[in-house]
């Protein structure tokens, strides 16, 4: 019997090391990722102005696995009910899967958006940033398209960056719905608002974007809006290998007859009919009720009798959450929503948990002494 862990995100990594605890020890594990290393991609924004800080957000697979072989390959399809993966030269079959793909950039097909706008999604996309950014003059106009958890944290990081010079450049996060991170709790989207104009960013809300050229974004209301530096983080989609949009599934994370997903691969309707937010936390938490499934499925077939088995459900049941806007930060935990160092501390304490849990010790010291140089 062969399980295969399609990912090494957040949620792949998470199941992987929950199914080498748990799998019977005659069963095969692989690990399939295009990279060598996990990236700690809630952070990635950080690189931007801490190019230092990519060494610590990457992390070799071989010191997260135990008994998984990794298998180093870029997956360019999946048939989720047959159990067959496609690469571009080879295939492989399994007989439990668990799809934890992530997903890529949506740029929704609007004209010269994919050609002119950087995404934000990987170091390379950070990397690229700051050189851009750069080249943005002292009095230049940077637009951030889409004020979800990442555009909201990348326009901080760039109007933090900006500060450092004479005449900072103007950073405008445009957003198409009424409020800032729409996706997330009202209170909480407000504080994140006043944060936002608090270091510096303009927000324009209701702004939908139509397409861009060379030099200007283009609105609806057909506002053309000169920029020197334009990010895109407006959406996101299926991965290559799902062939366009993000799979619904329900609560048991069933994708196929032999496959589960997690994270941000699917879109999940949780337990109480509600859809889950794709963040790394929501990525973590249904990657043990994924990996939970798969090993029931495991027993299930291995036995070769009885009822098919019953699945552990995902109910999306927020512990709370936590952006950093620049220098500042804002947490919503419990109902309560923090700001400043008490928000601060959340962040470092969740961040370098993480790390530590992963076993990346070094890392979450790092991490938390860049935070204390700010
Ligand atoms: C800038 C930024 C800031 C964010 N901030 C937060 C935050 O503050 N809080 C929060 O909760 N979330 C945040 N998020 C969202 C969070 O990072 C994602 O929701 C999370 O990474 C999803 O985890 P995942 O495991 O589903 O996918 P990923 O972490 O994207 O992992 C997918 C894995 O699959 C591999 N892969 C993809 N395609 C292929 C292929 N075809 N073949 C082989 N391998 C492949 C990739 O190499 C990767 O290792 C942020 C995201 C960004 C970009």
Redesign the pocket.
Same mark, same amino acid.
């Given at each position: 019997m062969h399980v295969a862990v %399609? #990912?090494? /995100?957040?949620? #792949?990594v998470g199941a992987v090391r929950e199914l080498e605890d748990r799998l019977p020890e005659d069963v095969d594990l692989t690990l !399939?990722?295009?990279?060598e290393t &996990?990236?700690v991609? &809630?952070l990635? &924004?950080r690189v931007v102005r801490e190019p230092d800080l990519a060494d610590e957000l990457t992390i070799p697979l071989s010191e997260l696995t135990d008994r998984a072989t990794h298998r180093q390959? &870029?997956?360019?399809g999946l048939d989720p009910d047959a159990g067959e993966i496609e690469f571009a030269n080879s295939s492989f079959s399994y007989d439990v899967g668990v799809l934890? %793909? /992530?997903?890529r950039t949506a740029f929704f097909g609007l004209p010269g958006i994919e050609e002119h706008a950087t995404p %934000?999604?990987r170091l390379e996309h950070a990397e690229r940033i700051r050189e851009e950014f750069e080249r943005v003059p002292d009095d230049g106009r940077v637009f951030v398209c889409g004020a979800g958890?990442?555009g909201i944290? !990348?326009a901080g990081e760039l109007a933090a960056l900006g500060r450092d010079r004479e005449t900072p450049p103007a950073v405008v996060l445009l957003e198409q719905k009424d409020r800032v991170a729409p996706a997330f709790p009202e209170a909480f989207g407000r504080a994140v608002a006043d944060e936002l104009e608090s270091q510096g960013v303009t927000v324009r809300t209701g702004a939908t974007v139509t397409g861009a050229d060379g030099d200007a974004v283009e609105l609806e209301s057909g506002e053309d809006l000169a920029y020197d530096q334009l990010l895109w983080t407006g959406g996101i989609t299926g #991965?290559?290998?799902m062939v366009g949009e993000r799979p619904s599934v329900q609560s048991n994370l069933r994708l196929g007859e032999r496959t589960f997903a997690? #994270?941000?691969?699917v879109s999940v309707v949780d337990a109480d009919g509600e859809r889950a937010p794709?963040?790394?936390?929501?990525?973590v938490r249904q990657a043990d009720v994924a990996a939970t499934n798969a090993v029931r499925l495991v027993d299930y077939r291995q036995d070769g009798s009885g009822f098919e088995p019953r699945y552990e459900r995902y109910r999306h049941d927020s512990l709370g959450w936590?952006?950093s806007v620049g220098d500042g930060t804002v947490a919503r935990v419990g109902g309560s929503v923090l700001r400043g160092s008490a928000a601060r501390a959340v962040k470092t304490t969740v961040a370098a948990g993480y790390l530590g849990q992963l076993g990346a010790v070094e890392s979450a010291a790092a991490y938390v002494r860049e935070q204390f140089d700010h």
């Open positions: %399609l #990912g090494a /995100g957040y949620a #792949g !399939i990722d295009e990279r &996990h990236l991609q &809630h990635v &924004h390959a &870029h997956v360019t934890c %793909l /992530g997903a %934000l999604k958890l990442s944290q !990348i #991965g290559e290998a997690a #994270g941000d691969a794709a963040s790394a936390q929501t990525a936590v952006v």
